[in-house]
């Protein structure tokens, strides 16, 4: 009797979940697309490249997989209404919708997050004109 109180109390809990977009299952899977599509990029180049190096052969291989990339993608900050080009500049933007940030670094540190987080806190009304 305990157990099937208790399952009914997990369903009661998750009943009230939020559904998933199917747009959101379709960014996850990019994501995690990227992000095997990077170490055989690294394994085959080895360490110590410029981190352009690797962008470009990343950028490659997610086209491979027939995901549209762009590379150096300005990000402009818009400011009291005015578009101003700051040089920010994405590495890569895939689906028009996926942040990838490259690093040829031993460890990721502090400041790499905070960058990534600043580039998704701006607020980008347009992606591509």
């Known amino acids: 009797m305990t157990h099937r109180r208790e399952r009914g ?5 998750t ?3 939020k559904r998933v977009a199917e ?7 990019w994501c995690g697309d990227v992000g095997v599509r990077s170490t055989p990029v690294h394994r085959a180049l080895g360490p110590g490249l410029l981190e352009s190096a690797y962008e470009a052969c990343l950028a490659f291989e997610i086209g491979e997989r027939g995901l549209k990339v762009e590379r150096q993608k300005p990000l402009p900050v818009i400011y009291h209404g005015v578009t101003l ?16 940030e490259v690093k040829a670094v031993d460890g ?5 997050q905070a960058q990534l987080l600043s ?8 992606w591509a004109c």
């Open 119 to 126: 580039y998704l806190s701006l607020p980008v009304a347009k």
């Open 9 to 13: 109390e997990r369903r009661g809990k």
């Open 15 to 17: 009943s009230g979940r």
């Open 23 to 29: 747009s959101d299952y379709r960014e996850c899977y």
């Open 108 to 112: 990721l540190m502090p400041i790499h």
């Open 85 to 100: 080009d700051c040089g920010y500049r994405l590495d890569l933007l895939v689906e028009e919708r996926v942040i990838v």
